[in-house]
């Protein structure tokens, strides 16, 4: 029987397997991909390539995200350039769906738990496309996270060890993307007060332990950062800049903006399509017995709202950032097949979900991997790029949807800024003023500026030094004279 049931065990570990390694596939960083990168990750890779050069973290290139990202980046390029980023990327893809069917094998059998997780994360295909983004790296710790809290719910006491796991997993989130973890604290603390409210023990151990670890790694991370002179420079960039956005009296319109943004898709509609339905039947059912998966159920579907108002917060909205919901679609679906569907009509309804969702997925997936086949004119801006500056040289990259031309031309960002996207930059005057001194003083043989903004609304004097050298791929470059 112990044979059967690791023999069981290796089949779906093969099935997360195959289904992660096609998954990944869509990632612009994937081994079979010949377009340049065209999307933020190539920020990521660029920076953490230059920490392999002795840069410094914030202090030599600007961004907005956590230490963690440009870590594993750096990591990835060590590995096997831009591939290695795609094998951490198809790692960090099996274990989304590892994690994604233990956590749903709490409450279906094993068929049961593969086919709904499999399913709902496939219905979300079109959220993981780019790949490589702290929304895309940081679920995989906040399924960690949920995995490993969500004992207390079913009222199991979580050992030290599993509490010291929680603060680390807690700490790689909030160094990933501050946003990621409003909905993972509240399910922690809701289930801490749940659990004390049974039991009337351990609530302060709960709490200290897991925030005893994040403060003391915390304090590591930023003495690391101290050390080497860009903790300031991580404060005005990970902390400041990125609330820039953050304001009270326009905070509304972000919030219905969001809502917007994610519900005017066909496929966002399809995903809530069971929960919906759900919620009907309990607005119109007489049954008013009370279990602990129905009250988790009530707390998952108040954190997926919420979690969509978390994301409106810093005030800027995109398709990537809504991949964070998986954890709490996953659950959500999990517990309306085990609370609603009764003994063989559970498979029926695994199967439904399979059915809604799946092809999604797939639609999403080709359309992705035929992108990236399309080479377009990408390859001919990195070749004009070399033919007309030397090896080494100094390039300025204005959008971040083209840094990747950075990596591709083996050129290096000429100032501190790897992007200047005018649409997050527009009111920073001291960022823009630094910018266009250091254009002026570093020797910077090309500006690649991207075609949507008009560049002599930003650089007014450019053609005092540069000229116009060439245009495609929605970019267009100028030589110094």
């Not at 690791?6 to 377009?35: E, G, N, P």
């Not at 579907?301 to 954890?327: D, E, H």
């Not at 999990?334 to 695994?350: D, E, F, M, P, Y």
């Amino acid at each position: 029987m112990k044979a059967k049931g690791y023999s069981r065990k290796a089949i779906v570990v093969f099935c997360l397997l195959v289904f992660a390694f096609f998954f990944s596939l869509q990632d612009v960083t994937s081994i079979f991909s010949h377009r340049v990168n065209y999307s933020d990750s190539g920020v990521y890779q660029y920076i953490g390539s230059s920490l392999l050069r002795g840069e410094v973290l914030y202090r030599d290139n600007f961004d907005h995200f956590g230490p963690v990202l440009y870590i594993i980046n750096a990591l990835g390029f060590a590995i096997a350039k831009i591939h290695g980023v795609w094998l951490i990327d198809f790692l960090a893809m099996f274990i989304i769906e590892l994690l994604g069917y233990k956590i749903t094998e709490h409450f279906l059998k094993e068929k049961l738990a593969l086919i709904v997780s499999v399913s709902v994360l496939s219905g979300l295909s079109w959220a993981f496309w780019i790949g490589n983004t702290p929304d895309y790296l940081g679920l995989a710790f906040i399924l960690g996270f949920v995995y490993c809290s969500i004992d207390l719910y079913i009222e199991k006491e979580l050992s030290k060890t599993r509490l010291a796991l929680l603060g680390l997993l807690f700490t790689l989130v909030f160094w990933t993307k501050q946003a990621l973890v409003f909905g993972i604290f509240l399910f922690y603390i809701w289930g801490v007060i749940q659990y004390w409210k049974k039991n009337k023990k351990l609530m302060l151990t709960q709490i200290f332990i897991p925030g005893g670890v994040w403060a003391v790694l915390s304090g590591i991370i930023l003495v690391w950062l101290k050390g080497v002179h860009g903790a300031y420079d991580m404060i005005q960039q990970y902390f400041k800049f990125t609330w820039q956005g953050f304001k009270v009296d326009v905070l509304h319109s972000h919030i219905f903006g969001t809502f917007w943004f994610f519900f005017n898709r066909p496929d966002i509609l399809l995903l809530f399509y069971f929960i919906i339905v759900y919620i009907v039947i309990e607005v119109f059912s007489r049954e008013s017995k009370e279990s602990k998966e129905k009250d988790l159920l009530k707390t998952v579907l108040v954190i997926l709202v919420l979690q969509m108002f978390f994301v409106a917060l810093p005030g800027r909205k995109y398709v990537q950032y809504s991949s964070v919901y998986y954890v709490w679609l996953l659950l959500a679906y999990t517990l309306i097949v085990q609370r609603v569907v009764k003994g063989s009509i559970k498979i029926v309804a695994a199967v439904l979900v399979f059915i809604l969702l799946v092809p999604n997925g797939v639609i999403a997936y080709r359309s992705q991997v035929s992108n990236w086949k399309d080479v377009g004119k990408s390859q001919e801006v990195v070749a004009f790029i070399r033919d007309n500056t030397a090896e080494g040289s100094k390039i300025a990259v204005a959008s971040p949807d083209h840094a990747g031309y950075y990596l591709a031309s083996k050129r290096n960002s000429a100032t501190k800024y790897p992007y200047i996207h005018p649409s997050m930059f527009d009111h920073e005057d001291g960022i823009w003023k630094e910018y266009r001194k250091e254009l002026e003083e570093k020797n910077v043989e090309a500006i690649v500026w991207f075609d949507q903004q008009d560049i002599h609304r930003y650089l007014p004097n450019i053609e005092n030094n540069y000229q116009f050298a060439y245009t495609g791929d929605g970019v267009t470059i100028y030589l110094r004279k």
